[in-house]
């Protein structure tokens, strides 16, 4: 039996979508990707919440089928919304997946977890044959770390550990608890951890290794080496 109440039914993107004609036509070019029969990874925010819709529009246009991979429940909910079925990674693996990215730098390295998903992400591109990263030209920098912060997911009991541990990294500058926006105290992944915020002065090769050696640490949104492809 199918959810019929109202937020069962509700596919749209409740926030501002910056860029969105450059990220729709994007978004156009990726579905025509899709093979009917395709498992894809769907990765999370507004850009993949676009790439979603454009593969939506496909399968209804042209009668395509393909099951989905989310990497966040938000996505989860959206896939229910519009009839994708969802699957999970340790059941199927994706024939390719498609995600955004906070920036983007001439070696293809990323950063991203603004949305707090990184490990799912990970996982999911790990996974991917063929992994996509849909971005508009304001994500590129000259140099990682330019504009954003590298999200650390934290197990909780370990945040105290972590930070101390990151002071000691010369390239650090400055270290904050990410705070929920519509709750009171810090924001909770979907594993239950935290996320620290990390201002680098600059981000050498081999910082995505040597911030997971930091006991505590369960994951980062550094993206470094990837074999990505950028649309």
Same mark, same amino acid.
């Given at each position: 039996?199918?959810?019929?109440?109202?937020?069962?039914?509700?596919?749209?993107?409740?926030?501002?979508?910056?860029? *969105?004609?450059?990220?729709?036509?994007?978004?156009?070019?990726?579905?025509?990707?899709?093979?009917?029969?395709?498992?894809?990874? =769907?990765?999370?925010?507004?850009?993949?919440?676009?790439?979603? =819709? +454009?593969?939506?529009?496909?399968?209804?246009?042209?009668?395509?089928?393909?099951?989905?991979?989310?990497?966040?429940?938000?996505? +989860?909910?959206?896939?229910?919304?519009?009839?994708?079925?969802?699957?999970?990674?340790?059941?199927?693996?994706?024939?390719?997946?498609?995600?955004?990215?906070?920036?983007?730098?001439?070696?293809?390295?990323?950063?991203?977890? *603004?949305?707090?998903?990184?490990?799912?992400?990970?996982?999911?591109?790990?996974?991917?044959?063929?992994?996509? =990263?849909?971005?508009?030209?304001?994500?590129?920098?000259? *140099?990682?770390?330019?504009?954003?912060?590298?999200?650390?997911?934290?197990?909780?009991?370990?945040?105290?550990?972590?930070?101390?541990?990151?002071?000691?990294?010369? +390239?650090?500058?400055?270290?904050?608890?990410?705070?929920?926006?519509?709750?009171?105290?810090?924001?909770?992944? +979907?594993?239950?951890?935290?996320?620290?915020?990390?201002?680098?002065?600059?981000?050498?090769?081999?910082?995505?290794?040597?911030?997971?050696?930091?006991?505590?640490?369960?994951?980062?949104?550094?993206?470094?080496?990837?074999?990505?492809?950028?649309?």
């Amino acid at each position: 039996m199918k959810w019929t109440n109202p937020l069962s039914k509700d596919s749209g993107w409740h926030r501002k979508i910056t860029n *969105r004609a450059q990220k729709e036509a994007a978004a156009k070019k990726l579905a025509s990707r899709l093979k009917d029969g395709d498992i894809v990874g =769907i990765g999370s925010g507004s850009t993949s919440y676009l790439c979603l =819709i +454009e593969l939506v529009k496909r399968r209804d246009k042209e009668g395509l089928n393909f099951k989905a991979i989310t990497t966040s429940l938000e996505m +989860e909910l959206v896939c229910a919304a519009l009839s994708v079925p969802v699957t999970q990674l340790s059941v199927e693996r994706p024939d390719w997946s498609f995600d955004g990215a906070d920036e983007v730098d001439s070696n293809n390295n990323l950063i991203k977890g *603004r949305g707090g998903a990184m490990l799912r992400e990970k996982l999911l591109l790990k996974a991917s044959p063929e992994a996509y =990263i849909v971005i508009d030209p304001t994500k590129y920098v000259k *140099r990682l770390g330019q504009n954003f912060a590298v999200p650390v997911e934290v197990f909780p009991e370990a945040v105290q550990l972590v930070e101390v541990e990151l002071s000691k990294v010369k +390239e650090v500058k400055h270290v904050v608890l990410r705070q929920a926006v519509v709750k009171d105290g810090p924001l909770v992944t +979907e594993y239950g951890n935290l996320i620290l915020d990390v201002t680098f002065s600059k981000i050498p090769n081999g910082t995505e290794q040597n911030l997971k050696q930091i006991v505590g640490v369960v994951e980062s949104g550094l993206f470094m080496g990837y074999p990505v492809t950028i649309i």
